[in-house]
């Protein structure tokens, strides 16, 4: 199964020179990287983990603390990479395990953390054991690892439930068997390439505890465990009567997610991620109904972090955030969890798009909305996130002010939710176009053979190479953010804010000495001066103990 030899290199613990910082995931800024999109180091168009490992100083200069990767196992790519074929092997196109070796080493030698993607809720269906379950026929041991079903209707021709995929269409596909005749049916939320594990197989558990300790063992910080809230599934596959599922996600507890029997696999990988020095930790992305529920994904014996999706889909509205704020911080308390906060990731359009636009369009975006608001707000918003107690997660480019690429012609796309309809917008291809390092050159320095996804006109001008340096610029705001919240004694970890008066469409609060101000409406507004101006994403003038803050700005102050 695997292209590479299947050991792995010697553990890094013996070299790694990351700090031993007590719980310091509490207060973390956590950089995504799309490894496809980040940098490419052969010139082929594909970003890979060399292209990481060359880049990691900038990304200690940025300020963050730790970089999450996306995944880079071997795969047929049906979903870029969420399609994993082999969990212990590095797919060739990201290099190989010396890479991984080589990227995590020098991370810790730089002193960032190396957080690594895990996908156990379904397979590739190259994975050897599908492979293996397909061959044997049905009744095989081998199929009970998978969700293979009878048919219904008189022949099996309709699925075995009316359970939707989240890429549209049905979430059963049904096999022709060794002998030639229609078949079973095995269940896939997500793509036909991506069946589903049954969790209920212990041989399953015993797997995805192996390549647990394999990479802990290779010296990786932690793990982000995708479709968190899915593994487990209601006993018996109910069906779920609705035609219209994708419209519940997120607003109700459904029978192939959030199930409450996924927590007991949590204990039992913390157990094991407790037993490795270094304080290694997991983060949820995890869909679910409320934060209240989130919460449950957090409690002292499972994960560490999981994602606030209700944060990142908030309007930028005073009420709104101050709600969503109050809600995030009382759920994590009582499970003494620190709350996590993210604006964009490789699944959603970026915030700089989202933001350019009018509310209540979704995460999804296909229109470039006015560019100048989306940048301004932003700004905002990122300064707002990172005065929040607890995490923040970054995503590659997002420091650069990058808006989504809305207009990739239809032909260049390989969002596999494009293609099935019912399902996902499918543009997450524009949040995921590579990123510019320079403002000349083939893709822009991402590498030197061009990019796999088509880079706009202009994308220089946004390039770490234009803003590096340049006063104002979106990319130096970020450094100065981060070195001002690392500097603070009074930003980072925490579970609660002090609310201020302010005038309607402001959201204001106080950290001990530390106060920020947003301004979320289209007009200046006058506050008190709260002290020294630290950082403001906008230009402000202050006058007579008052501050006029302009709109769409934030503002830190501090006492101290």
């Known amino acids: 199964m695997s292209q590479q030899p299947s050991a792995a290199p010697a553990p890094t613990s013996a070299v790694a020179t990351v700090s031993e910082r007590h719980d310091w995931w509490r207060d973390a800024v956590i950089y995504q ?10 010139g082929d168009g594909m970003g890979d983990l060399e292209g990481v490992r060359t880049r ?27 399609d994993v074929a082999d969990y212990r092997a590095v797919d060739p196109m990201f290099g190989t395990l010396l890479d991984a070796d080589a990227l995590i080493r020098d991370a810790h030698e730089l002193g960032l953390r190396i957080i690594v993607d895990l996908v156990p809720n379904h397979s590739s269906d190259q994975y050897e054991w599908f492979k293996r379950a397909l061959s044997e026929g049905p009744g095989s041991p081998s199929r009970d690892r998978y969700h293979f079903r ?3 209707g008189k022949n099996g021709e309709l699925p075995p439930n009316d359970w939707e995929s989240i890429f549209g269409g049905p979430a059963w596909t049904r096999v022709t068997e060794p002998d030639g005749t229609p078949g079973e049916w095995y269940l896939h939320l997500f793509a036909p390439e991506q069946p589903d594990f049954n969790w209920e197989h212990p041989a399953v558990g015993d797997e ?20 968190a809230h899915g593994m487990v599934k209601a006993e018996g596959l109910p069906d779920l009567g609705s035609h219209e599922q994708l419209k519940l996600l997120g607003n109700d507890v459904m029978p192939f997610f959030d199930q409450d029997g996924v927590h007991e696999i949590y204990r039992q990988w913390r157990r094991i991620l407790d037993e490795y020095s270094g304080e290694r930790i997991f983060v949820a992305e995890a869909w679910t109904p409320t934060v209240e529920r989130t919460a449950n994904y957090v409690r002292p014996d499972e994960l560490h972090q999981a994602f606030n999706f ?26 003494g969890a620190p709350a996590t906060w993210v604006l964009s990731n490789h699944d959603v359009t970026r915030h700089a798009t989202r933001f350019a636009n009018p509310a209540g369009l979704g995460t999804q975006i296909r229109l470039a909305g006015d560019r100048a608001l989306g940048l301004r707000r932003a700004r905002a918003a990122t300064l707002l996130m990172l005065a929040l107690p607890g995490s923040a997660y970054v995503y590659q480019g997002e420091e650069l002010g990058l808006p989504d690429v809305v207009d990739l012609p239809d032909e260049v796309r390989q969002d596999p939710a494009y293609f099935r309809g019912a399902g996902q917008d499918g543009f997450r291809d524009g ?17 030197d053979g061009g990019s796999w996804l088509p880079q706009p006109a202009g994308w220089g001008e946004l ?18 953010a981060l070195a001002v919240r690392r ?47 630290l950082l403001a994403s906008g230009e402000i003038t202050e006058a007579a103990g008052e501050a006029k803050v302009p709109a769409d700005t934030t503002v830190w102050w501090t006492r101290a």
């Open 208 to 227: 995805f505890r192996s390549i647990l300790r394999f990479w802990l063992d290779m010296g990786v910080d932690g793990f982000r465990i995708d479709v």
């Open 431 to 447: 949040c995921r176009v590579p990123i510019p390092w320079t403002r000349e050159g083939s893709s822009y320095g991402f590498g």
């Open 33 to 42: 990287v799309y490894p496809r999109s980040f940098a490419d180091s052969n």
């Open 310 to 335: 209700q944060y990142l889909g908030t309007h930028w509205d005073a009420e709104e955030l101050r709600t969503v704020i109050d809600r995030t911080l009382d759920a994590m308390r009582p499970v």
């Open 56 to 82: 990691l100083p900038y990304l200690r200069d940025l300020g963050v603390d730790a970089v999450w990767l996306s995944p880079f196992y071997a795969s047929p790519q049906a979903d870029a990479g969420y």
């Open 150 to 152: 009878p048919g219904k």
């Open 487 to 533: 500097s603070t004694a009074d930003l980072g970890a925490g579970d609660a804010v002090e609310w201020l008066r302010a005038p309607e469409g402001v959201v204001a609060f106080r950290r001990g000495d530390f106060v920020c101000v947003a301004n979320t409406t289209g007009e200046s507004v006058a506050v008190p001066a709260h002290g020294r101006v």
């Open 463 to 480: 390039s770490v190479e234009a803003q590096t340096g340049e006063p104002g610029s979106t990319l130096e705001l970020y450094r100065e």
